[in-house]
């Protein structure tokens, strides 16, 4: 494939995408982004891996089988049965014996069972960052064998890992270029965990996240981190790079779980140290981190949710410019960023072009205290249907 040769062409995404996407056939998108993305992350750990520990073989007193030499090199360690090499080689199995890494037992599986098998055995040895995180129901009846073979065997033909940094960069935009794809095959709906990387880069580069605490309350599939880090990357020397990036904390929030899964995987892939909690509660009525106040904060709510009130939020300390009207929750997590802001903390948030003007339940009234007493520092209107034209191209 062309990818091998020019791995920095961006075409290689869009061309290895529109690969994979002939193989879905009816499979709906929001289905299909696990499949593909979890084999994504597969591959590039299992290669990541595997050029560790030829390094590590090299070396006179290192231990190529001791998982802490990986994990000091910010390596997953990846068990034999989880391996690129494995999976591909049995890539068309429909009858293979493994020992089962949950109940320790022999079992009979084809490359369905065999990949949900190797996603268990690298989460049971990295349970502090990837412990259920995974997709595991690649060996479920409904998904056609076929098809799974055949993205095992497309991917096998793109070589993700180069040395150093350029590794996790080339896995880091083919999984941010899916994450793109699937949000644009599934509408509205995939703005609940993609927002394209133009209108980050715009709120990043507005907000200068250099250093302190870094927040993101409905945090969807983790961009808005991903190109804080950038920034950092692209304003510091490259050696004080990883420095740079060692002095910001990423705190960060989601409700959906499948959305959470893709969000953790996407830092992952990155390198990203961060704080990602999940509760299918949410922000408002279960605040993971209500004791903290963050120095940036950046946030691309669900625009005009309507079923987010509860009675127990009557009286919340967070409404300090008034109380958000039942019906939309636009206000409530302007108020809600607002209050977690530090004494000089900045935040950008991305909302929906009618909460600038609404005068409706009392929104004129709340936004009218937010410039009278000085929380707004400038807003920037983007223009209309900019989030669906961009995900279609």
């Known amino acids: ?42 591959k590039y750990i299992s290669e990541a891996f595997e050029a560790q520990r030829l390094k590590l073989l090299k070396e006179e007193f290192a ?14 360690w990846v068990p034999e049965i989880a391996r690129w090499s494995y999976l591909k080689a049995n890539a068309r199995a429909r009858d293979l014996e493994i020992v089962d890494p949950v109940t320790n037992k022999k079992k009979k599986v084809d490359i369905g069972g065999l990949i949900d098998a190797a996603m268990e055995a690298i989460e049971n040895a ?12 690649f ?39 899916f994450l793109s794809g699937f949000a644009g095959a599934e509408g509205r709906r995939g703005g609940e965990f993609f927002t394209p990387r133009s209108v980050v ?51 960060r929030q989601e409700r959906n779980n499948t959305t959470w899964r893709l969000c953790k995987m996407n830092l992952a892939v990155r390198g990203i140290d961060a704080d990602v909690k999940w509760n299918n509660e949410g922000s408002f009525t279960r605040d993971e981190f209500s004791n903290l106040k963050f120095d940036y904060i950046l946030a691309n709510p669900p625009f005009n949710v309507s079923d987010w009130w509860r009675e127990s939020l009557a009286d919340d300390i967070r409404w300090s410019f008034g109380t958000p009207p039942q019906g939309n929750a636009n206000y409530a997590w302007l108020s809600h960023i607002y209050h977690h802001l530090a004494p000089r903390g900045t935040a950008g948030v991305v909302l929906a072009n009618g909460s600038m003007a ?12 937010m410039v009278e007493e000085d929380a707004v520092d400038c807003m920037v209107a983007l223009p209309g249907q900019l989030l669906g034209i961009i995900r279609s191209i």
């Open 1 to 42: 494939m062309a990818s091998e040769q020019n791995g920095g062409d961006l075409n290689f995404e869009s061309e290895l995408f529109k690969a994979a996407d002939k193989l879905r056939g009816n499979l709906e998108p929001s289905e299909y982004k696990h499949i593909a993305l979890g084999l994504i992350f597969l």
């Open 63 to 76: 231990d190529p089988e001791d998982a802490e030499e990986y994990l000091a090199a910010r390596v997953f």
């Open 126 to 137: 990295n349970p502090t960052t990837l412990k259920g995180v995974l997709p595991k129901d």
């Open 139 to 177: 060996g479920r009846p409904a998904l056609d064998r076929q098809m799974i073979g055949d993205l095992v065997e497309l991917f096998s033909n793109v070589k993700m890992h180069e040395d150093g940094e350029k590794a996790r960069d080339l896995l880091g935009r083919t999984y941010e270029y």
């Open 201 to 251: 880069r715009v709120m990043v580069e507005m907000l200068e996240p250099y250093r302190g605490r870094v927040y993101d309350p409905c945090c969807g599939s983790g961009g808005m981190f991903v190109q804080s880090e950038k920034f950092i990357e692209d304003h510091s020397d490259r050696k004080d790079a990883e420095k740079a990036k060692q002095l910001i904390s990423i705190y």
């Open 358 to 369: 609404s005068q409706q339940s009392g929104e004129g009234e709340i936004r009218k205290k």
